[in-house]
């Protein structure tokens, strides 16, 4: 499954271990992702300030990294923070989605 966020970044998550989920990252942009941060989402769809994790190092472009999140899969809103400065937002479940890939390009539909 493929999820357009912001500057045309596309997500898809990493199946859950136990009590952690884990997210590939792809840095396919020609910026530095330099946070990804994970936040679960209520029935209605709203985010529960309760960071779940994720990883604060840079990641420069052509790089992949393994972002950790505390809990069992579900639905979340994950944070990307650009070493521009910029954010990039989207909603995904972590149950059905295995990598996160952050493009310059704009999503094709599937």
Known sequence: MKILIALAATLIAVPAMAQETTVEV???SSLTV???SG???DE???FIEDNLGGF???LLPGQTRIARFSGRCGPMLAVVMLGNGGELRTNLDTCKDHTIVVS???AKAE
């Open 34 to 36: 330099s946070a990804i």
């Open 26 to 28: 792809v840095n396919q």
């Open 39 to 41: 936040f679960p989402l």
């Open 104 to 106: 310059d390009q704009p």
């Open 44 to 46: 209605a769809g709203d």
């Open 56 to 58: 604060f190092d840079d």
